[in-house]
T-cell receptor, first 115, second 112 residues
Framework: AAGVIQSPRHLIKEKRETATLKCYPI?????VYWYQQGPGQDPQFLIS???????DKGSIPDRFSAQQFSDYHSELNMSSLELGDSALYFC??????????????FGSGTQLSVL | SQQGEEDPQALSIQEGENATMNCSYKTSINNLQWYRQNSGRGLVHLIL?????REKHSGRLRVTLDTSKKSSSLLITASRAADTASYFCATESGGGADGLTFGKGTHLIIQP
């Protein structure tokens, strides 16, 4: 069965550079979530999209932006990268309009290292 | 603010023993879910319990929910080395688009 696909798997950037992370949800899933997980930390909710519209915003820095496209894939754009942005970034998707009570399916994540 | 707090933060047991992990949360919830994460990998859904349920079973997993105490526990019976992973509880309070709020996780080590 198709899963959530994230690319790239690993990304190395320098301070003040920009990065774009991509997420392809499970087919027919219309809700996408982005999470950030620092080393040894719990996943922190960044932002979510439903039907290509932003649904909710968590602890996403102003330097980050995201969008969901017509094919439901999503991209997380990160600018002016800081050392503290080094983390594992997960995308998750959910079907049925992101209905409460349904489980989330997570991708394998993008490991971002900022040097 | 942190919603779920997990206890213990780390747990090491012998293969075959039972492992119990606890989770506490602060606000009212629609449901509570448990996820498993192998090192550096994505999270995998294990089990979901709704706010009107008190106990749920799935294979070797048993989860309980006490909404009066705002707490949940995950029991893994007859543990195996392959159960070594981090386990997170996650709560859902609002509409589905709000996503889940994760606790800090318990790192479980099963010694062969």
């Amino acid at each position: 069965a198709a899963g959530v696909i994230q690319s790239p798997r690993h990304l190395i950037k320098e301070k003040r550079e920009t990065a774009t992370l991509k997420c392809y949800p499970i087919p027919r899933h219309d809700t996408v979530y982005w999470y950030q997980q620092g080393p040894g930390q719990d996943p922190q909710f960044l932002i979510s999209f439903y039907e290509k519209m932003q649904s909710d915003k968590g602890s996403i820095p102003d330097r980050f932006s995201a969008q969901q496209f017509s094919d439901y894939h999503s991209e997380l754009n990160m600018s002016s990268l800081e050392l503290g942005d080094s983390a594992l970034y997960f995308c998750a998707s959910r079907g049925r309009g992101g209905a409460s009570g349904e489980k989330l399916f997570f991708g394998s994540g993008t490991q971002l290292s900022v040097l | 603010s942190q919603q779920g707090e997990e206890d213990p933060q780390a747990l090491s047991i012998q293969e075959g023993e039972n492992a119990t992990m606890n989770c506490s949360y602060k606000t009212s919830i629609n449901n509570l879910q448990w996820y498993r994460q192998n090192s550096g990998r994505g999270l995998v859904h294990l089990i979901l319990i709704r706010s009107n349920e008190r106990e749920k079973h799935s294979g070797r997993l048993r989860v309980t929910l006490d909404t009066s105490k705002k707490s949940s526990s995950l029991l893994i019976t007859a543990s195996r080395a392959a159960d070594t992973a981090s386990y997170f509880c996650a709560t859902e309070s609002g509409g589905g688009a709000d996503g889940l709020t994760f606790g800090k996780g318990t790192h479980l080590i099963i010694q062969p």
